[in-house]
């Protein structure tokens, strides 16, 4: 038989298709469904109803709440392909048009290569059989004198809960959005995060803590969480905004330094939300949800400026 071809033979043959899914699944759904739903919550709730007073039997509503379901999921699937197709097909036309080379395919390869940065979620969870932990849509090319890469990390999370005889799985997707340049310099470890409400909490229950064990004999040679705080502009109304990050170094002296007044008035120009890193010779910045083509010459830029503000010392 020909493979369609047009939109509209297409349309035709996916209805068609459709169609003939649906009576088949009706007729086995009639035929198996009745026999498994009995003991389900599904079941006792189809045995409180008065089924003379419908016009279908129970074996037939039983059946067509099944088709419903198993076409619903046929069609989500279906679409989710569609798009995910299309957005192959996207990137990769702006691949070849912006000189990068574009992997589509899950790579869990380059998500092991980079999971020591403190950005990257998931770390823990790797080993987990419920989790799936991968780099999607991967860009590489030769970008000034550095090696830049961006991806979209994935998490595919399913967790099953049980309650009496029902279980019910719940599968999650979260997706971030990374772009980062390798240089040629080895800095120590710097993470920059945007402040949350509950940060100065954990804080404190840290430095608690930490006196606790240095009130043992434990020493920490690593500083704990400080909190860098950045005044911006002043608004329409008179007010004055600040933006809040937090910061993470293994070197003390390497954050004094790296927070000169031309880094701080550049950082302050950075969007709200931005995560940032440094770590041995990378620089990568984070943005959540999936990598959006739009921002990645944008923070291809922003890192090249950082590592042009950082202090010649430390390259």
Same mark, same amino acid.
């Given at each position: 038989m020909q493979k369609p071809t047009s939109p509209l033979q297409r349309l035709l043959w996916g209805t068609l298709l459709l169609i003939n899914s649906t009576l088949l699944l009706l007729y086995i759904g009639s035929i198996i469904v009745p026999t498994f739903y009995s003991d389900s919550l599904l079941g006792q709730w189809f045995e409180t109803v008065q089924w003379e007073d419908?016009?279908?039997s129970e074996e037939q509503t039983v059946a067509l709440v099944f088709t419903i379901a198993i076409v619903y999921l046929l069609l989500k699937n279906a679409h989710h392909a569609v798009v995910e197709r299309d957005r192959r097909k996207l990137y990769q036309q702006?691949?070849?048009q912006h000189h990068w080379l574009y992997d589509p395919q899950k790579d869990q390869a380059l998500y092991r290569k980079y999971r020591f940065l403190l950005g990257i979620p998931g %770390? %823990?969870?790797s080993s987990s059989p419920n989790t799936d932990i991968c780099a999607v849509h991967r860009f590489q090319r030769r970008w000034r004198? %550095?090696?830049a890469v961006a991806y979209t990390h994935y998490v595919r999370t399913r967790k099953v809960s049980s309650s009496g005889k029902s279980r019910r799985t719940t599968v999650t997707h979260s997706y971030l959005g990374v772009t980062l340049i390798h240089t040629q310099s080895n800095f120590p470890k710097l993470y920059i995060s945007p402040t949350h409400w509950s940060d100065p909490i954990f804080a404190f229950i840290s430095q608690l803590f930490e006196l606790v064990f240095c009130h043992l004999g434990f020493n920490f040679s690593e500083p704990s969480w400080q909190e860098f705080?950045?005044?911006l502009n002043h608004s329409s109304n008179g007010k004055q905004h600040i933006k809040k990050y937090q910061v993470e170094t293994g070197n003390p002296d390497f954050i004094q330094q790296f927070?000169?007044?031309k880094m701080l008035k550049y950082l302050s120009t950075l969007p709200r939300g931005l995560r940032f890193e440094i770590d041995r010779d990378i620089l990568v910045i984070y943005q959540e949800g999936r990598l959006n083509l739009d921002t990645i010459q944008v923070n291809l830029n922003h890192l090249?400026?950082?590592y042009q503000l950082i202090p010649e010392r430390w390259k």
């Open positions: 419908l016009p279908l702006w691949a070849e %770390y %823990y969870a004198n %550095y090696i705080i950045q005044p927070f000169h007044p090249h400026r950082i």
